[in-house]
């Protein structure tokens, strides 16, 4: 079975710019978190959405957004891009309630600001 | 604020020895305790979890201890191999997030 893929694996933008990253849960997970994890550092929470609707917000400015599709797949949008916004982002998916699910998490998509 | 509190950032253990990594919390509303192996490149992967109404949890040389009263759980890993160096972190949830300390490195040596 295919785990939580995510699209693209690097990429590499400048300052002001605007990026789209994109999730593909598990088959059969209803539920699609995103972490960001600066270098040496744990993951943060951003966003999670459970049946399309976003059920809990991470401490994280208003140029972060996300949304999740009818087949569950989900897209986190970062506009203005900053310096400080360089790491490497992480999908997670779980097939039950958004609170009582275990996560399974992709491999992520670094992203490069200069 | 750092709600969730992870030691040693980094530990060197002899192949066969017993590695330690401790994570205390703060926050009593959290309701899950998962600990996840990462390598570098790659995702979190789940190791192993528990819920504050267990003490005690193992799943082959892994064993997660809790101590709920002092708000305190550590990942224990028994006759440690060198493919289990990695970046551990703890984490806890409470609803929709987790809260992931800030990562120990693993270094196993022959």
């Known amino acids: 079975d295919a785990g939580v893929t995510q699209s693209p694996t690097h990429l590499i933008k400048t300052r002001g710019q605007h990026v789209t990253l994109r999730c593909s849960p598990i088959?059969?997970?209803?539920?699609v978190s995103w972490y960001q994890q600066v270098l040496g550092q744990g993951p943060q929470f951003i966003f999670q959405y459970y049946e399309k609707e976003e059920r809990g917000r991470g401490n994280f400015p208003d140029r972060f957004s996300a949304r999740q599709f009818p087949n569950y797949s989900s897209e986190l949008n970062v506009n203005a891009l900053l310096l400080g916004d360089s790491a490497l982002y992480l999908c997670?998916?779980?097939?039950?309630?958004?609170?009582?699910?275990?996560?399974?998490f992709g491999e992520g998509s670094r992203l490069t600001v200069l | 604020q750092q709600q969730v509190k992870q030691s040693p950032q980094s530990l060197i253990v002899q192949k066969g020895g017993i590695s330690i990594i401790n994570c205390a919390y703060e926050n009593t509303a959290f309701d899950y305790f998962p600990w996840y192996q990462q390598f570098p490149g790659k995702g979190p992967a789940l190791l192993i979890a528990i819920r504050p109404d267990v003490s005690e949890k193992k799943e082959g040389r892994f064993t997660i201890s809790f101590n709920k009263s002092a708000k305190q759980f550590s990942l224990h890993i028994m006759d440690s191999q060198p493919g289990d160096s990695a970046t551990y972190f703890c984490?806890?949830?409470?609803?929709?997030?987790?809260?992931f300390g800030t990562g120990t490195r693993l270094t196993i040596i022959p």
């Open positions: 984490a806890a949830r409470r609803n929709e997030k987790l809260t």
């Open positions: 997670a998916s779980s097939s039950d309630r958004w609170d009582t699910g275990e996560l399974f």
């Open positions: 088959s059969g997970h209803k539920s």
